[in-house]
């Protein structure tokens, strides 16, 4: 008896083809890693700072493809420290690092010998990425002469089996097509993990607190660089209006810095608010009317408790 076989339809075998991965975003402080991510997904998801390590979160962000879904997680820079709030940070960049289809490690081509990069090293030594492809982005080579380039890529290609290396700049978008084509051709095939109209699946409360962190560090960040954390209290309709009430407070660390965060007057925060607030009326889609509180929690990046409360451990 003759089988007759089964052509598979354009659109089966699009699903086929159809690929899934979770691309952890790895490096150092300050090198991109947020500015990349972003640019990736061509909408702000983390916040960004000219100042180090500024992402104290993993965020996912969705990327969705016309044959395939990307779920980037943007990780706190890795380091070598002994501070259990630099700690947490580290295993949440390392969890990510495992949990990973994919690795984009990102270096700062600029500035291309660093401590920190041999610690990142060492961690895909000992194959921490449990065999998923790592593929290493060169960022800001806008600012590295193209002569010093092609003795980089080579003294990396020796360092490591990477996937791919690819030189880039976030900032200017120079090679990410070429970035994105190599995480295509990397990642395993499988099914979407996210409806494709979602973005992330972190809530509105987290990235209103993200908003008003970054504001707070654009305008204090020399006499308050690692003091800041902020829990957002309240997001509700204000009935019968257009209008959503958000209330925030601002946690430092001591009884002076408060008196700065608040200025003279209430300057300080006012400013705060201000520069905040367009933000998350636009992630809301309606005016905010944002009430902000300044708190003393003492020593509260060495305080496991605190940090648990401000998502920084896991309970």
């Known amino acids: 008896m003759e089988t007759i076989g089964h052509e598979p339809s354009a659109a089966e ?29 061509g909408q702000k998801l983390s916040i960004v700072s000219p100042r180090p ?16 879904q990307f779920l980037f997680l943007d990780t706190p820079g890795m380091q070598a420290s002994d501070a259990l709030f630099n700690q947490s940070l580290i295993r949440a960049a390392r969890r990510a690092l495992e949990d990973a289809d994919l690795v984009l490690w990102l270096i700062d081509a600029a500035e291309p010998e660093d401590p920190d990069d041999q610690l990142i090293l060492g961690e895909l030594r000992e194959g921490k990425t449990s065999g998923a492809p790592v593929i290493l982005a060169l960022n800001k080579v806008d600012l590295v002469a193209k002569p010093r380039l092609l003795p980089l890529i080579a003294r990396w290609h020796e360092a490591f089996p990477f996937a791919e290396i690819v030189p880039i700049s976030a900032t200017t978008r120079d090679n990410l097509d070429r970035l994105e084509s190599a995480l295509l051709g990397h990642a395993p095939l499988g099914h979407p993990f996210y409806p494709p109209e979602e973005l992330t699946d972190r809530p509105e409360r987290f990235f209103i607190a993200e908003i008003i962190r970054e504001q707070a560090f654009a305008l204090l960040h020399q006499e308050l660089p690692y003091a800041l954390a902020v829990q957002v209290e309240a997001v509700k309709a204000r009935e019968g209006r257009n209008l959503t009430d958000v209330e925030a407070t601002i946690y430092v660390e ?3 810095q408060k008196g700065i965060v608040i200025g003279a007057g209430g300057k300080m925060l006012k400013r705060v608010g201000e520069r905040a607030r367009p933000q998350i009326e636009e992630m ?17 990046r060495k305080d496991a408790a605190a940090l648990r409360r401000f998502g920084y451990l896991e309970p």
């Open 53 to 68: 390590q500024t992402t104290w979160h993993r965020i996912l962000g969705i990327k969705n493809l016309p044959r395939a």
């Open 254 to 256: 001591k009884e002076g």
């Open 13 to 41: 075998k699009a699903q086929e083809e159809f690929r899934a991965a979770y691309v952890a975003i790895i490096g150092r402080p300050n090198v991109g890693k947020s500015t990349l991510m972003n640019r990736l997904l």
């Open 284 to 300: 809301l889609g309606t005016p905010v009317f944002l009430r902000l509180w300044v708190k003393v929690q003492e020593g509260w």
